[in-house]
């Protein structure tokens, strides 16, 4: 926290030694659990704190810092470097990381003795060095080895509750895709190395020399094992039942930052290869439009509220790979000021979503900590029970729809202005392509609109639907104080676009640098002091109209709300979550991501009473991976009787055996 | 062609196609048995009469043709069972499948460069031959005993070609097959009587309880 | 000399177990002959390698050493846990089993000492006899039925092995003329060897050991005689006595490397070392039985051993140092498992669900085995598999590697969908009948925890001499193309 | 500068309720009644303004929230646009997105005050709102995006400058024809005209807009009447100035000139209010995917 550690690596590594020194720490706790509580919680945001002064001043400067210590059991150094992209990667992580700790503070209980905050902690502060290291990586083997720490820990801290059935399933299905998509970036890794000839980083600069196909290969097999992490459709069929069963500031975190990891991999990656082709820039574009689009249906039809929020972090993955699509297919047709407009754009979304989304999770956290509950149908009227946390996520709400002047806006913005630019100067289909991907994008901010007003008009306004929500209360102090980091952070983005844009032209230039000389500044977007004049003309438009009603005030009476006539209108005739995105569904959505209902009215004389039932399955789950994995089961299953338990067929197998092996050893040359 | 050595061989074999042939247990038991007695001379022949080679003659003829018989019978005496080979394919086709092997054996054998001395012997399609009628006996009949007797056809072949190399060989290893193998027949005695205790009978297909 | 004393103690001591009356005290000759085992094992391993004399029929070179340094280690860990299990069953007759049990470490000192295959070849089929009644010891039909199996698959793959021993020395008659089957002699003059012999006979030495280490398609007898064996002696089986054989095969490679047949050796190793990943992860998927998960899992790690060794360079170092992880793990799995086997009266996945909730030692430690076994850091088999794949890759076997990573994952899926669930699934209320009387005692946890501390610790730093053990043992078996 | 800036306000201001009594006034017309006087909407507003107001029990300050920034919302966008000839006060590259969204913050913000009363009706307009205006955004998206590619900018300010004046002989002709229908069309959804809703009619289970505006009253609602006609305005400029001339030089010929074409639009509105009935509900998402189809066409047409 000192200045010495400033601009210094050594300052992260402090930061880890932290970490993992207060993790072991609340392990060695034992059962006390209070006391593993404080250790842990007080250790993660010290840590983080020091990490955040550390990486800040790297953010700007050029060029990387090494440090390596020697391993003699991997044969490798157990080597970290620090440059721009890095740092820009570390501040999401360590300032979640804090926001989190703080959170858990107040957030979590447990009983006075159990080993159950250690263990939490443990993870906790696992997971937060293993992000960090990741990112620092300078060889294979410590990347992989963060990254496998890192999945293990989140799968651990995702199954927090596992008594649960569901959080059980949720996190199997949590580590089946994860150790999936890892081992496709062990073949990367490996088979980078087969053409570097090391594992280190440095080395992979070889790369620049590899055939087309091979870096195709390369370039896909990354996509889809850091897709799997990253949540890209329609590998991120595991996001939407683990956010949900994760306690909500690990949610946040995961959702954060943690899958953002792996666009950092893809990106560090992407600094190796040669250009890629531009058809594997428009199928990633594509792939994300797809994902925002398929992500922001979904979250419209959950009735629960984090499931819907990890929808939505589907969505916002998704236009974060679009944008990345939109650079790599600008920078391999030659149009420079729309790559480098798409790439910012990406940065910054990604900056941006870590934010209002760990926002929106704790917020959500809070509700669900105050009531008990996270099915919309059961909330309701928390706005003026728990007016602070209220607005808090309608802020956030604000931030993630992209309206002005938060920060959400900027980077989809950015996007815009990268696709018109693009689309401007390409001729024909090419043009085409960008405007069809423009009204995508714009469709989809109309759909973030609707899916955030549902959220929030049903989770937190009208009368409470449930005891529970009419008995919420106001969440303490401490919770407040962690959601109100990210949310002022969104405001400061949103109305001094310049900060952020500063800061990202580091990254920006490292990412550049392999494929055209470094230009200046000039790169970034013109923000003139328009914007904020803009900006300025229209607060100042709110203050005078706020003022003019407050002076023509008169007491208002309170009554309540005119229901046609029904005297007490009761929650029970408020519009549902449900009917309020029946309308979209039934004239916007295609019928794939509608949910499946089954009702049990039948024509009778004297009609029992009747059901209706809706659920909300993943239909890239269901339709695709679960029958997949079942047939492949199926076919194994079909190899058991091989093992039919008879001996003499053994013993046939051995003499088959002997037979091949020496027919082959005889007439090998 | 027809020297001592090679008559035996010859006989060997027989006793191969006999065995795979019969279905009478104790019949099996007796060939078995003489053919070990049978290869038990095969040392005599083949090599200068040393201690070594009447060593390895008597210790495999006792063992072979003397011992292993009596612990059988005595097997078969403490588990009262039929005394036939229930075969798991019938006695034609296993012996067509023996004829099969011992011709591969025979066609493998001339794969195999061979000493000067050892030139137009039997040995190697004798022994080779030997073992695939022991491999057949395990897979396709059904008793453990008869599975037992199959491995000691597996033995026979193996001590045949181990005459080849009596010489060659230390002392120890060949007293340490043959003790070995005594103690292996002990112990499949010893399990088998608690297999007969546990599933009250020694057909072996009735130990498949273990399997996926 | 300290050889000797190391061959002699554990017979000494099966000497005494057998003619010692009590059955309370005949348990502890166990820990007190694994540490005195131990201790002289250290000493020698300790002491630099003495030139082995060509001419006697024991000593110790690097492989030697290196692998009864794993076995001892790992036998002395399991010792105390087999106290624990012997006050579990203190009414039980152990007179046989403990002997037997003593026997099998000495047999196993034997195998990995000698220098004459002859010798190596009685030490092996004597650790099959020994090892048994121990599979038998539980005594209901289902052990019986496992240990025919055992007996009678291991024996025809020794008789094979058997074979090829006389193979090669025919080889040997063919080639050099007269000599002994010493291994150091074998290795001087197999250059001259004549080449069918000696490719049919190693043939039947891989047939043969590999049926003892269990490679696919010989591992047949394993899932039988690994589930029904007490956890303690599964785990010695698939830590120690797989090591042993995976010796046995390493010394006819050698072998065949000095006769210049690396290119057929390597094809072969790589064949079964495929085809044991293949069976291991389809019949790993959808696992019931947790023993019997665990012996498929040993076969995948038999194959990951031989796959090490053929691929040769960085490779081969990696199998060495994965054929301690493999010993070490695989005995916290098995004991862990034994405990929860004996808590719940059943193995069966169904019937043994939500252990943390009620041996939460136990659970957890068998839960971080399995992350251990399957790959995951910061355990040691990450650094070994890790390891193994560079060298895989280094040596340009891309679809290799593929193949090795995917059939790895599929592995961890079906592992990770029995164990999970047996740890952290929900606590089913176990009936009154069921065995819900043992409790975790410090004695059945030490073991495993300490084993596990170990794996650990190796995944992290790894000490030099270890290290120094490793290259040298590789450099024995180093398959130059 | 500064000039421009009090222009446009004063225009919208003063302008956008006469637009309303414009309207109602052609539809009385040709219904064959007289009909209010023109400046009517102005006496409305200022009765509003007068009144107290009565808040649901169950509202909380974004029920307030919602008229204030109904109204700011197409006070900031019209300085983006150009009234005519008189250019844009605040222009800067891309800040046709920056239009686009300031009007999801309006509809964000009216929604969640519609929502905050808990009463269906207000949910029922509200979803219809969001719904009808994912629908609507990606029609004005191709629009602006035509415009952009012809005027080769991405200022609203120079991208609606005279533009079907010079144009229409060129290959453009077409596509601006097309758009600027679009942009009618969709300026009619916007504001909740026929054939999409009807303003006049209350507590009819079709309506959108209207119903979401149910409990608000006194001042707040005077302010939502007025956003309502400001927003109309704003939209309708884009549409007049497909038709403006080419600046004059005077500034305040061309603000005139602006107004008249501004009145003009309002009679066609009126006229086509009355010409035709409103679309049963059902039938709004099919006219609005017709639409953005026809704004697409348009775009083709360009691209070609």
């Known amino acids: ?669 | 062609m027809n020297t001592p050595p090679n008559l035996i061989l010859l006989f060997v074999i027989l006793f191969n196609f006999f065995i795979l042939g019969t279905s009478r247990l104790n019949t099996c038991i007796r060939s078995v048995a003489l053919q070990g007695a049978l290869l038990s001379l095969l040392p005599l022949f083949l090599h200068t009469l040393t201690f070594h080679t009447y060593l390895l003659a008597v210790g495999a003829f006792v063992l072979k043709g003397l011992l292993m018989p009596w612990l059988l019978f005595r097997a078969i005496r403490q588990v009262k069972i039929r005394r036939e080979v229930e075969p798991r394919i019938g006695y034609i086709p296993t012996l067509l499948l023996g004829a099969l092997t011992t011709a591969g054996a025979f066609i493998f054998g001339d794969r195999l460069p061979l000493l000067p001395e050892h030139l137009h012997s039997l040995f190697i399609p004798a022994a080779l031959s030997t073992l695939a009628a022991g491999f057949l006996m395990l897979i396709t009949r059904r008793k453990a005993i008869a599975q037992v007797l199959g491995y000691l056809m597996f033995e026979n072949g193996i001590f045949i070609f181990g005459t080849l190399l009596a010489e060659t060989m230390p002392f120890l290893v060949e007293m340490g097959v043959l003790l070995d193998m005594l103690v292996a027949i002990f112990v499949m005695g010893i399990v088998m009587h608690h297999i007969n205790r546990e599933f009250s009978t020694l057909n072996t297909e009735q130990l498949s309880l273990l399997r996926e | 000399m300290l050889l000797y004393a190391v061959i002699f103690l554990p017979f000494a001591a099966a000497a005494l177990a057998a003619v010692l009356p009590s059955d309370r005290l005949r348990p502890w000759l166990i820990p007190i002959t694994a540490l005195l085992h131990f201790a002289l094992v250290l000493g020698i391993t300790a002491t630099a390698a003495p030139a082995v004399n060509p001419n006697s029929l024991l000593g110790l070179d690097a492989l030697g050493r290196f692998i009864l340094f794993v076995v001892s280690l790992l036998y002395a860990a399991c010792s105390f846990y087999a106290l624990g299990y012997f006050r579990y069953h203190a009414d039980w007759e152990n007179r046989i089993f403990i002997t037997a049990l003593l026997a099998f470490l000495g047999a196993m000192t034997i195998a990995a000492a000698s220098r004459h295959l002859g010798l190596l070849w009685v030490a092996v089929e004597a650790t099959t006899l020994v090892s048994a009644p121990m599979i038998y010891y539980n005594r209901n039909r289902f052990s019986i039925e496992a240990t025919w199996k055992y007996l009678l698959l291991c024996s025809v793959g020794i008789a094979l092995a058997m074979l090829g021993i006389l193979f090669v020395a025919y080889a040997g008659l063919h080639g050099g003329g007269e000599q002994e089957l010493l291994l150091d002699q074998m290795l001087a003059s197999a250059s001259l060897y004549s080449k069918p012999w000696l490719r049919a006979g190693f043939v039947f030495l891989l047939v043969g050991f590999g049926t003892k280490m269990g490679l696919a398609p010989l591992h047949t007898w394993k899932p039988d005689a690994y589930g029904e064996a007490p956890g303690l002696v599964g785990g010695l089986l698939a830590g120690g006595l797989t090591s042993v054989a995976f010796l046995a095969i390493l010394r006819a490679v050698q072998i065949m490397i000095a006769a210049g047949e690396q290119v057929l050796v390597r094809q072969m190793l790589l064949a079964l070392g495929v085809l044991s990943l293949i069976f291991a992860a389809v019949f790993v998927i959808r696992q019931r039985d947790i023993k019997r998960m665990l012996a498929y899992s040993s076969v995948e790690h038999m194959g990951i051993l031989v796959i090490g060794v053929a691929v040769g360079g960085l490779a081969t170092y990696g199998a060495m140092f994965h054929v301690l992880n493999n010993a070490l793990t695989k005995g916290v799995l098995f004991m862990t498992a034994g405990n929860i086997h004996r808590h719940y009266g059943s193995k069966r996945m169904c019937e043994t669900q939500g252990a943390l909730s009620v041996l939460p030692y136990s659970a957890s430690l068998f839960l971080a085995g399995f992350l251990a076994i399957t790959g995951s850091p910061p355990f040691a088999p990450f650094m070994s598999e890790f390891t193994i794949l560079r060298g895989m890759f280094a040596g340009g076997h891309l679809v290799l590697g593929a193949l090795f990573i995917g059939l790895l994952v599929v592995i961890f899926i079906g592992m990770g969908g029995t164990v999970l669930p047996v740890t952290m699934g929900p606590h089913l209320e176990e009936t009154e009948d069921e065995a819900s009387d043992y409790r975790e005692t410090l004695l059945t946890i030490g073991s495993p925890l300490f084993l596990l501390a170990a794996v650990l610790c190796l995944g992290i730093y790894l000490p030099e001499p270890l290290k120094i053990m490793f290259s040298e043992a590789a450099k024995l078996v180093e398959v130059t193309p | 500068m500064i000039i421009r800036l009090l222009l446009h306000f004063l225009l919208l201001a003063g302008l956008s309720p006469l637009l309303i009594g414009v309207i109602t006034r052609t539809k009385a017309i040709i219904a064959g009644r007289q009909g209010a006087p023109l400046w009517q909407p102005y006496r409305d507003l200022r009765r509003l303004f007068g009144k107290d107001m009565v808040l649901s029990s169950t509202t909380t300050w974004v029920f307030r929230a919602g008229p204030v920034v109904g109204i700011a919302v197409p006070l900031i966008a019209a300085l983006l646009i150009p009234f005519g000839a008189v250019g844009a006060p605040l222009s800067f590259s891309g800040d046709l997105v920056l239009f686009v969204y300031l009007f999801g913050l309006a509809r964000f913000f009216t929604v969640l005050a519609a929502l905050d009363t808990g009463s269906s009706f207000e949910g029922m307009g509200a979803a219809r709102e969001a719904t009808f205006s994912c629908l609507a955004e990606p029609t004005l998206f191709v629009a602006f995006i035509v415009l952009a590619r012809i005027s080769g900018s991405f200022t609203l300010d120079t991208m609606f400058k005279t533009l079907l004046a010079n144009n229409l002989q060129t290959v453009y002709g077409v596509s601006l024809v097309l758009t600027a229908i679009c942009l009618f069309i969709i300026l009619l959804a916007e504001n909740s005209r026929i054939p999409f809703d009807d303003p006049n009619t209350h507590l009819e289970l079709t309506m959108i807009h209207e119903v979401m505006v149910l409990d608000h009253s006194g001042p707040d609602f005077g302010l939502i009447l007025y956003g309502a006609a400001m927003k109309l305005m704003v939209m309708g400029t884009l549409v007049v100035n497909f038709i403006m001339p080419p600046s004059t030089g005077d500034l305040f010929v061309d603000a005139a000139f602006y107004t008249a074409a501004l009145l003009a639009l309002a009679v066609g509105i009126g006229l086509v209010e009355s010409g035709m009935a409103r679309l049963r509900l059902l039938k709004v998402p099919q006219l609005l995917i017709g639409t953005s189809l026809l704004s697409f066409f348009a775009l083709v047409l360009l691209l070609r």
């Open chain 1, 1 to 669: 926290m000192t200045p010495i550690f400033a601009t210094d690596i050594n300052g992260l590594l402090l930061a880890l030694a932290v970490l993992l020194a207060g993790g072991l720490l609340c392990l060695l706790a034992g059962p006390r659990a209070r006391l593993a509580h404080l250790l842990g919680a007080s250790t993660a945001a010290l840590a983080s704190l020091i990490g955040l002064t550390a990486a800040l001043p790297a953010l700007s400067v050029a060029g990387s810092q090494q440090v390596a210590l020697s391993w003699p059991a991997a044969g490798l150094n157990l080597a970290l470097t620090l440059d721009p992209l890095a740092a820009f990667f570390l501040l999401p992580i360590f300032l979640l990381t804090f926001c989190g700790a703080l959170y858990a503070i107040d957030y979590l209980h447990f009983p006075a003795r159990s080993w159950r905050a250690g263990l939490h902690w443990f993870f906790y502060n696992t997971l937060g060095a293993s992000m960090a290291v990741v990112v620092l990586a300078a060889n294979g083997l410590v990347f992989m080895l963060a990254w496998e720490l890192m999945s293990l820990s989140s799968f651990f801290l995702v199954t927090h509750d596992y008594q649960e059935e569901k959080v059980r399933q949720a996190g199997w299905l949590y580590l089946v895709a994860t150790h999936i998509g890892a081992a496709f970036l062990f073949f990367v890794f490996f088979e980078a190395s087969r053409v570097a000839g090391s594992l280190d980083f440095a080395s992979f600069a070889a790369l620049r020399a590899l055939p087309v196909d091979a870096t195709l290969l390369l370039f896909f097999a990354a996509l889809i094992g850091f897709g799997a992490k990253a949540g890209l459709f329609p590998l991120h069929v595991w996001l939407p039942d683990a956010h949900p069963a994760a306690p909500s500031h690990v949610s946040a975190i995961m959702s954060g930052v943690m899958i953002k990891t792996a666009l950092y991999g893809l990106l560090r990656l992407l600094t190796w290869l040669p250009p890629i082709p531009a058809w594997a820039g428009i199928a990633v574009a594509l792939l994300g439009i797809t994902g925002a689009l398929f992500g922001i249906a979904m979250a419209a039809t959950q009735t629960d509220i984090k499931r819907s929020l990890a929808y939505s972090t589907v969505e916002n993955i998704g236009l974060i790979f679009l944008g990345l699509g939109l650079w790599l297919f600008c920078q391999a047709t030659g149009h420079e000021q729309a790559a480098v407009l798409a790439l910012v754009g990406a940065l910054l979304h990604i900056w941006n979503h870590s934010l209002f989304k760990g926002l929106l999770f704790l917020g959500a956290g809070s509700v669900v900590h105050a009531t008990g509950k996270r099915e919309l149908s059961a909330l309701g009227g928390l706005l003026r029970r728990m007016p602070l946390t209220g607005s808090l996520l309608l802020f956030g709400a604000a931030a993630i729809s992209a309206l002005p002047p938060l920060n959400g806006f900027i980077s989809e913005w950015l996007l815009y202005l990268s696709l018109f630019n693009a689309g401007q100067d390409a001729a024909g289909g090419a043009a085409f392509f960008f405007m069809l991907l423009a009204i995508l994008l714009a469709l989809t901010g109309g759909l973030v609109v609707l899916v955030m007003t549902r959220l929030l008009g049903v989770a937190l306004q009208g009368e409470p639907r449930s005891a529970a929500a009419a008995e919420a209360h106001e969440s303490s102090a401490v919770l407040i104080a962690a959601m109100s980091i990210p949310a002022a952070l969104c405001l400061l983005v949103g109305v001094m676009p310049q900060l952020p844009l500063q800061g990202i032209s580091g990254p920006l230039l490292t990412l550049l640098a392999p494929n055209h000389a470094p230009t200046g500044s000039p790169l970034l977007p013109p923000f003139g002091p328009a914007w904020s004049l803009s900006l300025l003309t229209g607060l100042a438009a709110l203050v005078a109209i706020v003022a003019i009603r407050t002076w023509r005030r008169r007491n208002a009476s309170r009554l309540a709300t005119w229901g046609c006539g029904y005297l007490k209108p009761s929650a029970r005739m408020a519009y549902t979550a449900g009917s309020y995105s029946q309308f979209a569904q039934d004239t916007v959505f295609c019928s794939c991501v509608t949910p499946t209902g089954a009702s049990t009215r039948g024509p009778a004389l004297f009609p029992p009473p009747a059901q209706f039932g809706q659920e909300r399955l993943d239909p890239a789950l269901t339709r695709w991976f679960l029958p997949l994995f079942g047939k492949l089961a199926e076919r194994a299953y079909a190899f058991r009787r091989l093992q039919a338990g008879q001996l003499s067929i053994y013993v046939l197998y051995i003499f088959i055996a002997t037979i091949l092996l020496l027919g082959w050893g005889i007439m090998a040359p």
